[in-house]
T-cell receptor, first 114, second 115 residues
């Protein structure tokens, strides 16, 4: 499989649940990203990893916990979420962190928090 | 405060005609701009980009124009095809500044191309 894949594609969870989103890239890239897209809002950058080290955390609540075990995999661990966290969560990767490095996106996970 | 604005949430165009999608930005540090296209149930896919040292970049039916003095860019699609129907996102990044390399996105414009 090529490109950026995300699982699951859809997730419904209660506010007390713990779940994880998974992203995998098959492009040999060194940088990976988590974005959130809420209805009627632009994509918001959540986390940036470069060579498995977190380089940016855009004031994201601690109920979202990222993990990057290697340069091909990125996880977003979720616990005690709120209904307003319902959104499309997109993973992306790029060759490096250069500002002209094209980011390639996965299909996203549609998350609903009840 | 939005740094990248796409003021038209939707646009409808007849097949074969030109589609023009607009984007405005406020941060003068932005020096690299991109357009992404997104179909339902898929992630955004990169379409075309332009550096601030240029005012035009063309790739097949797609041309991006940059007007730095007006802080405005536009994407022209000609001729438009029904398969172009999608949401188009404008994005910008800066070499320098607090979040260099990060992409700042607009809200998107939904393009519908009617046969």
């Amino acid at each position: 499989e090529t490109g950026v894949t995300q699982t699951p594609r859809h997730l419904v969870m209660g506010m007390t649940n713990k779940k994880s989103l998974k992203c995998e890239q098959h492009l040999g890239h060194n940088a990976m990203y988590w974005y959130k897209q809420s209805a009627k809002k632009p994509l918001e950058l959540m986390f940036v990893y470069s060579l498995e080290e977190r380089v940016e955390n855009n004031s994201v609540p601690s109920r979202f916990s990222p993990e990057c075990p290697n340069s091909s995999h990125l996880f977003l661990h979720l616990h005690t979420l709120q209904p307003e966290d319902s959104a499309l969560y997109l993973c992306a990767s790029s060759q490096d962190l250069g500002h002209t490095d094209t980011q390639y996106f996965g299909p996203g996970t549609r998350l609903t928090v009840l | 405060d939005q740094q990248v604005k796409q003021n038209s949430p939707s646009l409808s165009v007849q097949e074969g005609r030109i589609s023009i999608l607009n984007c405005d930005y406020t941060n003068s540090m932005f020096d690299y701009f991109l357009w992404y296209k997104k179909y339902p149930a898929e992630g955004p896919t990169f379409l075309i980009s332009i550096s601030s040292i240029k005012d035009k970049n063309e790739d097949g039916r797609f041309t991006v124009f940059l007007n730095k003095s007006a802080k405005h860019l536009s994407l022209h699609i000609v001729p438009s095809q029904p398969g172009d129907s999608a949401v188009y996102f404008c994005a910008a990044s800066a070499r320098y500044g607090g979040s260099q390399g990060n992409l700042i996105f607009g809200k998107g414009t939904k393009l519908s191309v009617k046969p």
